[in-house]
């Protein structure tokens, strides 16, 4: 059965029937709207072969051949969704577009804010076409404002939001966070704020628009120093490791080359339960170090106590010995060891799909799990224009003369 | 848009923004406490440096919205005046360790029986089950086995995390839009089930896919300060300004050859390159470069030094301010104090003045998280104090003057 098209089961989905007609690209959009598909959303993504998401060619990459078929990224963002390519600088594409507006409960967008007014499809003009859509605009800096029109990607507005500066040694230049750090944290709230919007149609009947600035949106993970700016005018900045509340808090060396294990000690049991098995209780007994605030104030000397012990032993060792003890720490998995994860195996973190050139490729699983109505994968990856027949004839109704009219036109593509 | 919705919330530090958001979109979220406050009311920084619970700006930062009562649920009365409280809730929020309210008969399983609607989202560094599930943990330990930590820092000193913990932000920010997921659903079911979020799950969003590279047969990402290695490529990011930094999506490709081909532009123009350099095929130097083509990891290596040699004697201000008038992929490194600046923040009036009132002074908070054109979150209540809505609350739950001072008495409530 096509996708576009729902089993017995996919209607149990939790999101069975709602309905999206997805033009985001990049990270932070498609990552909103794979939570959606994940629970049963029926997601239609909008591409174009003369300019397809810029995500299909960053990697990793199946079997590291690049190719817009191929990304690992673009495919884990964008698994269970419907890919249909359309050229929208084309008359009859706009036609089509009406037609998925007429369909849909959402519109999703994360041009700049002038491309969706260009092409005849802002919010205003959507209305006009189905009165109670709910439209989605994600944007860097948002709608309005001197910097509405500043496109870019995550790292741009990682950087411009303050999440570069408190990465890193004090004593160093900023070493950043990885990538493209607040387009992981904008699928959290865009995928709340589409569910909220349909939470309200429920009550209302009423569609809205949405207007949610990807950097506005991140600054809430860093709150807690921005509060500390406006309260207390003081300007928090990067400290390695170290934590404000605890110690010892580190990333130690561990035996073998570039090896690692983090040790994040948040009480007085834990200290002394560190100690213990490090065979220091010389420390454990010492006054100085009994409480967190004298243990804040002598963090040097007990990070070279630590590195002392940690470096002679195995990252997994010394994660086995503490756990054991009940000290949190961890081994700094590698990417590479991240698949051997014992947890991540436990809980199902990587599953696979058909992939027509490859036969298989491998995704993410949903980051959560529910009881009754859990997460389905649909099982192919998302190549280009995959299911144009499909939406076009079982979600539009289209007839194969008029299918067979736009692929002449040029149209699909 | 949640206004008719009541949300129990009974987390730590691990799971307030959860509740948080819910709050934002209209939900009453009753934040229940152990006598004395929670743990989270320890972490700071503090108001004017004041280490007591009413000034941590830690708690400040994700409890606005919320009422605040205070129970001890590790009492028989306290428990059952629990469950009368979930009798009347549409969603529970917590992130005790996996069994620790079933040792209270307060598992999901426990309260469904009185109220087979509830929504009962759990958060935990692991998530329910499997071998990590009782492991000791901090932000630390999520980062080490989630993907951002191998991914952050200077090569030449251990990975490195982002000086405000984010492991449990991104686990709790995935609750809000699991949890509507489930009141979506719940409409056609009348039933509510159990979430489980494991943060290790969240976080590992970070690593921009990167997670997969050993399924898909790709080369290890690692660490670099402002970038990242991918196998034997330096991906860089980050570039000094004569007064900071900046950051820039140095890429190619399709998707990127038309913002780097206009810095190159802007390059030659100033004189910093030649006609050559300037006429690059940027397009195709995507695909070369992740195929690692000997000649073009060369010609990237050396770009990387002319871009190097402009944007250093160059200031922040001058970079950005070309990049918005040229489209240049290219953002300043903003410290927390200038991002409490930002012109663009500011005309979009994002920060939200929250009056403490018994400080007898208002606050800047980060303001709401996106702009809703039906229903704007306001910010309607500053961060509760400990029990500052036991009277209220528990008369709502039908308790009388004289039952609410004896439940104080005995240090229940």
């Known amino acids: 059965m096509p996708d576009g098209q729902h089993t017995d089961t996919e209607s149990n989905q939790a999101l069975a029937g709602v309905k999206v007609l997805d033009f985001m690209w990049a990270m932070a959009g498609p990552g909103s709207t794979r939570i959606l598909a994940d629970y049963g959303a029926t997601v239609v993504r909008v591409e174009s072969t003369t300019r397809f998401d810029a995500v299909r060619m960053v990697g990793p990459f199946q079997n590291k051949q690049p190719g817009p078929n191929n990304s690992g ?74 910097h509405a029109n500043f496109a870019g990607f995550g790292n741009l507005a990682a950087a411009v939001s303050g999440f570069f500066d408190p990465t890193g040694w004090p004593d160093r230049a900023p070493a950043g966070p990885f990538g493209a750090y607040t387009d992981y944290i904008a699928p959290w709230y865009n995928a709340a704020s589409i569910l909220a919007a349909l939470e309200h149609k429920h009550q209302t009947g009423k569609g809205q628009h949405i207007d949610l600035a990807q950097a506005e949106a991140a600054l809430h993970f860093l709150a807690p120093f921005l509060l500390d700016q406006s309260a207390n005018g003081r300007t928090q900045t990067r400290m390695g490791n170290r934590d404000l509340n605890f110690a010892p808090h ?108 490859f036969g298989k490729t491998t995704v993410e699983a949903s980051r959560f799990k529910f009881s009754r109505t859990p997460a389905q994968i649909r099982g192919t990856a998302p190549t280009l224009g995959r299911e144009n027949q499909n939406v076009l004839k079982n979600i539009l109704g289209y007839n194969e003369d008029k299918i067979t009219e736009l692929v002449v036109a040029e149209v699909l593509e | 848009m949640l206004s008719p919705y009541r949300v129990l919330d009974l987390t730590t530090e691990r799971g307030l923004l959860c509740g948080q958001i819910l709050a934002d979109l209209g939900a009453d979220v009753i934040k229940v406490e152990p006598p004395g406050g929670s743990s989270a009311r320890k972490l700071g920084p503090f108001y004017q440096d004041q280490d007591e619970a009413e000034n941590s700006l830690y708690w400040w930062a994700y409890n606005r919205n919320k009422r605040a009562i205070t129970l001890d649920i ?121 979430i489980d979020i494991s943060a290790q799950q969240a976080a590992a969003q970070a690593s921009q896919s990167s997670i997969l590279c050993a399924p898909l047969h790709e080369a290890d990402v690692r660490r670099m300060a402002g970038g990242a290695k991918m196998g034997p490529l330096a991906i860089r990011l ?30 030659y123009e100033e004189g910093g390159c030649d006609k050559e350099v300037q006429e690059m095929d940027w397009v195709g130097m995507g695909g070369l470069l992740f195929s690692n083509d000997p000649k073009t990891v060369e010609d990237y290596e050396r770009l990387k030094l002319i871009v190097e040699d402009f944007t250093q004697s160059r200031t922040k201000e001058e970079l950005f301010r070309n990049a918005r008038e040229r489209g240049l992929l290219l953002a300043p490194v903003t410290t927390i104090e200038e991002v409490t600046h930002s012109e663009q923040l500011e005309s979009r ?65």
């Not at chain 2, 329910?128 to 191998?150: E, M, N, T």
């Not at chain 2, 820039?248 to 913002?259: D, E, V």
């Not at chain 2, 980060?366 to 528990?394: C, D, L, M, Q, W």
Request: net charge negative.
């Open chain 2, 238 to 267: 980050l570039w000094p300004a004569k007064d900071g930094h900046v950051s820039i999506a140095f890429l190619f490709g399709s998707a990127f050859a038309h913002f780097t081909k206009r810095l190159m532009d802007w390059i």
């Open chain 1, 73 to 146: 990224l673009f495919n884990n963002l964008n698994t269970g969704k419907l890919p249909i390519t359309l050229n929208l600088s084309k008359p009859e594409a706009g036609q089509v577009i009406r037609d998925l507006v007429r369909w849909a409960d959402v519109v999703t967008e994360s041009f700049s804010p002038k491309a969706m007014r260009a092409w005849g499809f802002d919010y205003e003009s959507l209305k006009k076409i189905k009165p109670d859509i709910i439209m989605l605009s994600t944007c860097l800096m948002g709608q309005t404002g001197p």
């Open chain 1, 250 to 357: 580190g990333v130690y060396q561990a035996a073998g080359d570039d090896r690692w294990v983090a040790i994040g000690v948040e009480s007085d049991d834990q200290w002394r339960a560190l100690c213990q098995v490090m065979n220091r209780s010389d420390l454990g007994r010492d006054e100085r170090f009994a409480t967190v605030k004298g243990r804040l104030a002598n963090q040097d000397e007990l990070d070279k106590a630590i590195n002392e012990w940690t470096s002679q032993h195995g990252p997994y060792d010394a994660e086995d010995k503490l756990q054991a003890q009940h000290v949190p720490a961890s081994a700094v998995e590698t990417m590479l060891e991240q698949y051997e994860d014992k947890q991540l195996q436990h809980r199902g973190h990587f599953v696979d799909l058909d992939h027509p050139d």
């Open chain 2, 74 to 194: 590790t009492t028989t009365e306290g428990q059952e005046i629990l469950r009368r409280l979930a009798k009347s809730v549409h969603f529970l929020v917590e992130s005790e360790n996996p069994g620790t309210l079933a040792k209270y008969a307060l598992s999901y399983g426990d309260l469904a029986q009185e109220n087979p609607g509830l929504i009962y989202v759990s958060i935990t560094p692991f998530g329910q089950d499997g071998p990590k599930a009782s492991y000791a943990d901090s932000d630390l330990i999520i980062l080490a086995c989630s993907g951002p930590l191998v991914l952050t820092g200077d090569e030449d000193r251990p990975p490195v995390r982002l000086s405000v913990p984010q492991g449990y932000l991104h686990a709790s920010a995935a609750a809000a839009p699991a949890a509507l997921i489930a009141l979506y659903e719940s409409h056609r079911s009348n039933k509510g089930q159990h």
């Open chain 2, 349 to 413: 009036d994002y920060w939200t003045s929250v009056n403490h009132e018994e400080l007898g002074k208002a606050f800047r908070y980060p303001g709401p998280f996106a702009k809703f054109s039906e229903r704007p979150i306001t910010y309607r209540r500053r961060p509760p104090r400990i029990g500052e809505h036991n009277a209220e609350v528990y008369t709502e739950l039908g308790m009388s003057d004289q039952e609410v001072t004896e439940l104080q008495n005995k240090g229940i409530i």
